[in-house]
């Protein structure tokens, strides 16, 4: 080969490799995503029978142990687990896929503020238009599914107000939090006001 072509040839093999890589990550992601909501709806489901049919906790130790004997190499239906996912279900009532509702909703004045957009002006109509809200909101709901379920379970047990949890969400997301620093704290500059 010719340097001309070799160089052509080491391009199409880095270009390759880059490509290979962004897919790779792209379905980590895709995956992790799902598992999110399958557990997600798992709660749903569970807390819907709670309701419906008055059942209590106890029903959660036979559900862990017929499902590992239903689904003997699935992994992640433990009872803790299956606790955690109702817990998680109660703590974003709201589905979590991005698109299936208006996510709005989860905006309150303060998720606003703290996600650095001016506050409800005095006379009650946001300074900043709903579209510009509802993107807020999406990016923030979606942090919550980017996010590992170890992450997501430090969040829903530490933090209970809705427009906190989903700013430390985003925060973890973008920053690359460790869930240590989500047990232990972020550093001192960069926790929400």
């Known amino acids: 080969m010719k340097i001309q072509e070799l160089d052509l040839y080491r391009d199409l093999l880095s270009d390759i490799k880059t490509r290979v890589r962004q897919a790779q990550h792209r379905a980590a992601l895709s995956a992790n995503a799902e598992m999110i909501h399958l557990y997600w709806d798992i709660g749903r489901m569970i807390a819907a029978r709670q309701e419906?049919?008055?059942?209590?906790?106890?029903?959660?130790?036979?559900?862990?142990?017929?499902?590992?004997?239903?689904?003997?190499?699935?992994?992640?239906f433990s009872l803790r687990n299956l606790k955690l996912m109702v817990q998680f279900y109660r703590a974003y009532p709201e589905r979590l896929a991005i698109g299936q509702r208006a996510v709005a909703q989860l905006m309150g004045p303060s998720l606003s503020t703290?996600?650095?957009?001016?506050?409800?002006?005095?006379?009650g109509v946001p300074s900043v238009p709903e579209s510009e809200q509802i993107s807020a909101a999406a990016m923030l709901q979606r942090a919550v599914v980017q996010l590992s379920w170890?992450?997501?379970?430090?969040?829903?047990?530490?933090?209970?107000?809705?427009?906190?949890?989903?700013?430390?969400?985003?925060?973890?997301?973008?920053?690359?939090?460790?869930?240590d620093i989500l047990i232990y704290g972020p550093p001192r500059d960069a926790r929400a006001t």
Do not use: C, F, M
Not at 52 to 76: C, F, H, I, S, Y
Not at 114 to 123: F, S
């Open 114 to 123: 703290e996600i650095g957009q001016p506050a409800v002006a005095q006379t």
């Open 150 to 179: 170890a992450h997501n379970v430090i969040l829903i047990q530490k933090i209970k107000h809705l427009p906190t949890r989903l700013w430390y969400a985003h925060q973890a997301l973008e920053q690359g939090w460790s869930r």
């Open 52 to 76: 419906r049919e008055g059942w209590g906790a106890g029903v959660l130790p036979r559900l862990a142990v017929d499902l590992k004997n239903e689904l003997p190499d699935e992994k992640g």
